[in-house]
Structures are given as C-alpha cells and as structure tokens.
C-alpha cells in the first residue's frame, strides 16, 4: 500500500507496517491530521501496490489523540457485542429467541390480568440482551496511556485489520520504550499503523 501526502510519499507493507511521522511545523501537522480526519483525497491519496487508487474512507480507521478524546466503549462495545451474537450457534440462538418469546407472552398475561389497554410489542433483540449485560471494558485495563493504546491495537487488529490505524500525540504520552514496544506488538498484530506527532 501507498500512500501520497501531497508532496511526500510513503509504502506501507508488511516489512513496514508502522510510520512514525514527525512534523515540526504546526501548520503541516494540522493539515496532514486534517487530510486523514476528513478523508480528503485531494491532500491525501492510497495505491495499492499496483497503483491502483483506493477508496481513503475504507483503508483509514482515525483515531486521532487516544487519551483525551476517543472512547473506546463507544466505539467497539457494539462490535464486540456483534461478534459474540455471531459466534453463538444456531441451536442456542433459537433457544434464545424461544424463551424471550416465552417471557413476552407471561408479560402479555400479567398485563391482561391487570385489565388494562397496555399491549407490547415485541422482537426477539439479541443487542438488547446485550446490552442488559452491561459488556464494557474495565476502566483498570485502560488507566495508563500504554494499556488504552494496547487495547485499540488489539481491538483493531480484531475488527478493523485491513485499514491503517491512524494515532496522534502519542510523544506526549509513551516513552522510547513504550514506543518501541508498541511497533513490536503491531507486527505482531500484523496491523498497519501510522503516527503522528
């Protein structure tokens, strides 16, 4: 994959999977993060290795500064919730769907008992169910710069893999070490990064 910043071009493959961009001047820094935010393919283009054009908006998973302005539960809470619906099997999704039907009908009964013009509508939700388990990510495992960034790694690599995850500010957060320590776990990962700062 290629990738053309108006003057600058840079190849992302799986030798090099992780760009760390330093920009000194404000005013470039804020154009290039600006470029990949919007997407705009005027200032900021993707080849592939045959210099076809991508689409920018499916190869890109912007997430800016990590630490003080993305929230990871808001993000990829509903992805998670969606890849554990999938993984359930068949028989065990009907089981499911039967005793919430089950549970409606002796709602409907309670209510008739009442005598009142109270009626319910009702849809098996698997997301609901979900939800009623309050699935969110320890606030322990993300308390440190170097665990959220981790974390998002790890969730990317689960469900956005093919696009380049793009991060910000992370100089001000990570040392040397960390940094290093991070690019060893994106290939790991076999993620493709890009850093800016």
Wanted: overall charge negative.
């Amino acid at each position: 994959m290629i990738l053309s910043f108006q003057v600058s071009v840079i190849n992302i493959n799986d030798e090099n999977n992780w760009i760390h961009l330093n920009i000194s001047d404000k005013k470039q820094y804020f154009s290039v993060l600006k470029a990949i935010e919007t997407e705009n393919n005027k200032q900021i283009q993707i080849y592939s290795e045959n210099y076809d054009l991508l689409d920018i908006s499916k190869k890109f998973n912007f997430i800016g500064n990590p630490i003080v302005s993305y929230n990871i539960n808001e993000q990829y809470i509903p992805k998670i919730r969606k890849w554990i619906w999938e993984q359930v099997n068949p028989i065990q999704k009907e089981q499911f769907q039967t005793l919430a039907r089950e549970f409606a009908k002796n709602i409907e009964r309670e209510l008739f008992l009442l005598n009142l013009p109270v009626t319910i509508d009702f849809e098996a939700d698997y997301i609901y169910l979900l939800k009623a388990f309050n699935l969110h990510i320890e606030p322990d495992a993300i308390s440190e710069p170097y665990d959220i960034i981790y974390l998002i790694m790890k969730l990317h690599s689960i469900f956005n893999s093919e696009s380049i995850l793009c991060l910000n500010d992370l100089a001000n957060y990570l040392d040397e070490n960390e940094l290093k320590e991070l690019k060893k776990e994106s290939s790991l990962m076999k993620i493709k990064m890009i850093l800016i700062n």
